[in-house]
């Protein structure tokens, strides 16, 4: 096999890899053939599974909200922390508005949101 190509085949595949995981350890050698079966068959899994289930990029607003769950706060706290109106923040956090240079820093740091998420370029 080369490719996975469908969904039975990546089923077999994970499911061999968990069966061959017990066989091998750092110390097994590099021509066991338990080994080398589970290398070839984790990187076709692993190619699949990036091909197919991808999570894809988030974006500042979906990681504004996971930060302000996290910390517990509303729209109008993060507002009155970012010093801004809490419909800016609604804007922002809706995707429906960019943070201008000044608030994209402030969201970085009192956030702790790595700046090229808030910059967009990540």
């Keep these: ?8 085949q ?4 994970v499911n061999r890899v968990e069966e061959l995981l017990p066989l091998v350890d750092d110390n097994t050698p590099k021509d066991d053939k338990n080994l080398i079966e589970l290398e070839l068959l984790s990187n076709l899994v692993a190619d699949y599974s990036e091909e197919h289930f991808a999570v894809g990029t988030a974006s500042l607003a979906d990681v504004m909200k996971l930060r302000m769950y996290e910390m517990h706060l509303t729209q109008r706290s993060l507002a009155a922390m970012l010093g801004i109106s809490p419909s ?3 804007a922002i956090v809706s995707g429906k508005a960019e943070p201008t240079y000044k608030v994209a820093q402030e969201i970085s740091r009192k956030l702790n949101i790595d700046a ?4 967009g370029v990540c």
């Design 1 to 8: 096999m080369t490719k996975i190509e469908n969904k039975a």
């Design 10 to 13: 990546y089923d077999w595949a």
């Design 88 to 90: 800016r923040v609604s």
């Design 116 to 119: 090229g998420i808030v910059l």
